[in-house]
Nanobody, 123 residues
């Protein structure tokens, strides 16, 4: 059974850091691109970062440049999103999505999703 489970979200003060994880089970992440998307209350899904199966990284959200980092560990079958210098506007539910080989900024191109993890940035 293909499953993606996000973890590591929570409440953090502005300027703080979090690392969210995406653990895959039932399949190997090795040939898949891992995309991180987020959805703030009342807003549409926003593509944040993606890492392809060949480790090519695409940053979709200009607002996270220099603050967010994407990585993967194919041995442990986990994808990571490291978020530093968090801002209130980063508050959202963060989702990991996977598709074969190449990244896309469209959620409709990803056949597998996790359930999401909430990140709240507030003082």
């Amino acid at each position: 059974q293909v499953q993606l489970v996000e973890s590591g979200g929570g409440l953090v003060q502005p300027g703080g850091s979090l690392r969210v994880s995406c653990t895959a089970s039932g399949f190997s992440l090795d040939p898949y691109a891992i995309g991180w998307f987020r959805q703030a209350p009342g807003k549409d899904y926003e593509a944040v970062l993606c890492i392809s199966s060949s480790d090519f990284i695409t940053t979709y959200a200009d607002s996270v440049k220099g603050r967010f980092t994407i990585s993967r560990d194919n041995v442990e079958n986990i994808g990571y999103l490291r978020m530093d210098n968090l801002e209130p506007d980063d508050t959202a539910t963060y989702y990991c999505l996977v598709r074969l080989y190449y990244c896309s900024d469209s959620v409709g191109d990803y056949p597998y999703w996790g359930q999401g993890t909430q990140v709240t940035v507030s003082s």
